[in-house]
């Protein structure tokens, strides 16, 4: 199975929680049907990204990163790359990768899909990162690394978030959180299938 067959694996199993993110999601299989290269980010103007939130053990604080280019408090993630089997690995690699945390339990269920436009992704304006967007617990002893990605990255409380911090974030947050209070722990470790 490719990634993109897991992606359209994934996105065609999920169950939307409201009729945008459902709407999105149909969004999503389409380009995946039209694009062979949909998970390249060398597919333009749109292509398929994963990224993850990281949530400290009890839950109340979120890691964030201060994107080097975007210059935004945002969750983890990005683009796919030709070793990455699954989208749920895709965002588990990149978590590990800008948070230097690498004992992360990642939920293999997506929470919440957003398509952002991204200003400095390829030769086509606008173009867009469709989004596929999950939640991992970190251990509790986790100790953060600030990778050449970011200019920094911090632990916040899930109430009280930087005030410039992006709604679509807030959005995962919330989705997050919520889901991550009816199951107290995500339903597989990281890298298991």
Known sequence: MT???DAHDVLSRWEAPDPQQQRLR???LDHLVA???AMS???HP???TASVLIVSADHTRVLLTLHHIIKRWLQTGGHCEAGDATLVEAALREGREESGIHDLVVDPVPVLLSRHEVPSCGPIR???HLDVQYVAVAAA???????DESDDLAWFGVDDLPVDTDQSVR???AAATTRLRGTPSPAQPAGSR
């Open 46 to 48: 749109d292509h398929l």
């Open 126 to 128: 606008p173009s867009h």
């Open 41 to 43: 980010r060398a597919c």
């Open 26 to 28: 149909g969004l999503y």
């Open 171 to 173: 959005d995962l947050i």
């Open 141 to 147: 002893d986790a100790q953060e690394v600030i990778s």
């Open 35 to 37: 694009r062979p290269d």
């Open 3 to 5: 990634l993109r067959d």
